[in-house]
T-cell receptor, first 114, second 115 residues
Framework: DAGVIQSPRHEVTEMGQEVTLRCKPISGHDYLFWYRQTMMRGLELLIYFNNNVPIDDSGMPEDRFSAKMPNASFSTLKIQPSEPRDSAVYFC????????????FGDGTRLSIL | AQTVTQSQPEMSVQEAETVTLSCTYDTSESDYYLFWYKQPPSRQMILVIRQEAYKQQNATENRFSVNFQKAAKSFSLKISDSQLGDAAMYFCAYFRGGSQGNLIFGKGTKLSVKP
C-alpha cells in the first residue's frame, strides 16, 4: 500500500514568494498532521485535521501560514509571503482514528527560502 | 503539559553490539502510548516500536525492544546486534490516550554505528 505522499521533495524559492506544500494521506486514515522540523526547535506540530476539519492550529506560527484539507485524500500547507526563517523540513503524517494508533509520516519537504 | 526528554544527544555503538537509548517523560495521565521513531539520513520518519502504557509487557520488534518503567516514567530503546543501517536519529514520542491530539517528541538521539 502507498504511504503518505508529499510533494515537492525539495523547494527552493526567494523570500516573499508563495510556497505550497502538498500531502496525500494514506487511504482510510481519519487524521492528518503537519509538522515542521528544525535543528533549533526539533519536531513541532503545526496543525492537524480530523475528517478534513481543522482541529488544532495553535502551532501555526503566523498568519502567513495556512492549511487546508478540501477532501480526504489531499491537504496543502501554504506560506505567503515566505521568509528565510521558514526554512525547514515539513512533514505530513496520517493516522487512523483509534487511540494510540501510530502516525505514518511522509518523506518530508525540505524548504529553503533565500 | 506533557514533556519528553532524551538526555543523550549522541550515542555510538560497535557493529553487532547492543546499545540502549534513554527516554523519560512527564505526564499525569494513566492512559497513554509511547513510540520510538527512527530518522535515517534520508529523513524518513520510520516507526520502530510502540508501547501501550496499560501493558506491563515490554514491546519487542525483532532486534528492537523497550524497557518500559511506568512508575519511573522511563521508556528506553534497546537495539541488539547493531547494524550499519541502524545509524540514524531516534526520537521518543508520547501520545495521550483517548485524545485526538498530537505526538509530543523528544529532541532525539543521534546514533552512530562503527564497523
Amino acid at each position: 500500500d502507498a504511504g503518505v505522499i508529499q510533494s515537492p521533495r525539495h523547494e527552493v524559492t526567494e523570500m516573499g514568494q508563495e510556497v505550497t506544500l502538498r500531502c496525500k494521506p494514506i487511504s482510510g486514515h481519519d487524521y492528518l498532521f503537519w509538522y515542521r522540523q528544525t535543528m533549533m526547535r526539533g519536531l513541532e506540530l503545526l496543525i492537524y485535521f480530523n475528517n478534513n476539519v481543522p482541529i488544532d492550529d495553535s502551532g501555526m506560527p503566523e498568519d502567513r501560514f495556512s492549511a487546508k484539507m478540501p477532501n480526504a485524500s489531499f491537504s496543502t500547507l501554504k506560506i505567503q509571503p515566505s521568509e528565510p526563517r521558514d526554512s525547514a523540513v515539513y512533514f505530513c503524517a496520517s493516522s487512523l482514528y483509534r487511540s494510540g494508533q501510530p502516525q505514518h509520516f511522509g518523506d518530508g519537504t525540505r524548504l529553503s527560502i533565500l | 503539559a506533557q514533556t519528553v526528554t532524551q538526555s543523550q544527544p549522541e550515542m555510538s555503538v560497535q557493529e553487532a553490539e547492543t546499545v540502549t537509548l534513554s527516554c523519560t517523560y512527564d505526564t499525569s495521565e494513566s492512559d497513554y502510548y509511547l513510540f520510538w521513531y527512527k530518522q535515517p539520513p534520508s529523513r524518513q520518519m520510520i516507526l520502530v516500536i510502540r508501547q501501550e502504557a496499560y501493558k506491563q509487557q515490554n514491546a519487542t520488534e525483532n532486534r528492537f525492544s523497550v524497557n518500559f518503567q511506568k512508575a519511573a516514567k522511563s521508556f528506553s530503546l534497546k537495539i541488539s546486534d547493531s547494524q550499519l543501517g541502524d545509524a540514524a536519529m531516534y526520537f521518543c514520542a508520547y501520545f495521550r490516550g483517548g485524545s485526538q491530539g498530537n505526538l509530543i517528541f523528544g529532541k532525539g538521539t543521534k546514533l552512530s554505528v562503527k564497523p
